[in-house]
T-cell receptor, first 110, second 113 residues
Framework: GQSLEQPSEVTAVEGAIVQINCTYQTSGFYGLSWYQQHDGGAPTFLSYNGLDGLEETGRFSSFLSRSDSYGYLLLQELQMKDSASYFCAVLNQAGTALIFGKGTTLSVSS | DGGITQSPKYLFRKEGQNVTLSCEQNLNHDAMYWYRQDPGQGLRLIYYSQIVNDFQKGDIAEGYSVSREKKESFPLTVTSAQKNPTAFYLC????????????FGPGTRLLVL
């Protein structure tokens, strides 16, 4: 089956840069996704890496290394509103549904 | 506006009672999903459906049932066999675009009386 590992908590200050790592073990691999969830809210899609390398979207970037079964989400110029949980996810073996990690809670302080 | 709606926002269940959570989407997506989230935990897959009249069990399907009679609707029933139903339930859908992209509804919080 699919399994993902990511740190449970990360803390940082406004304006800083933070990296959230994700390692995975999968039977079949279709790419790595990242989602953000604010407390009490619904997860929202941030990024998807189907191939190795860096994808940049504004202050957020995501990286994938398929040979290392590893990816990360990089958040730059942190703002208080970035305080949330961040989940990495991979598709199941059939490629039909996302399987999520347990999430990383990011706390940004002033 | 296109999106996913879930109702109710809060639902209370009595012991031995079946309850049904609603999920409707107007995104014209073929695939729909149900996830359960417990405090401090990730999302665990309950059931999913790739097309109308077809659905598959996820990792934690025991105690739950679903139907997919219409493309727009994917209701989840929490049966009395689910002994620990208190959780946040999230419905999602996916279209034909990026494989790793799913759109989520606002969720239903189920509490046991």
């Amino acid at each position: 089956g699919q399994s993902l590992e990511q740190p449970s908590e990360v803390t940082a200050v406004e304006g800083a840069i933070v990296q959230i790592n994700c390692t995975y073990q999968t039977s079949g691999f279709y790419g790595l996704s990242w989602y953000q969830q604010h407390d009490g809210g619904a997860p929202t899609f941030l990024s998807y890496n189907g191939l190795d390398g860096l994808e940049e979207t504004g202050r957020f970037s995501s990286f994938l290394s398929r040979s290392d079964s590893y990816g990360y989400l990089l958040l730059q110029e942190l703002q208080m509103k970035d305080s949330a949980s961040y989940f990495c996810a991979v598709l199941n073996q059939a490629g039909t549904a996302l399987i999520f990690g347990k999430g990383t809670t990011l706390s940004v302080s002033s | 506006d296109g999106g996913i709606t879930q109702s109710p926002k809060y639902l209370f269940r009595k012991e031995g009672q079946n309850v049904t959570l609603s999920c409707e989407q107007n995104l014209n997506h073929d695939a729909m999903y149900w996830y359960r989230q417990d405090p401090g935990q990730g999302l665990r897959l309950i059931y999913y459906s790739q097309i109308v009249n077809d659905f598959q069990k996820g990792d934690i399907a025991e105690g739950y049932s679903v139907s997919r009679e219409k493309k727009e609707s994917f209701p989840l029933t929490v049966t009395s066999a689910q002994k620990n139903p208190t959780a946040f339930y999230l419905c999602a859908s996916r279209g034909q675009g990026t494989p790793g992209t799913q759109y989520f509804g606002p969720g239903t919080r189920l509490l046991v009386l």
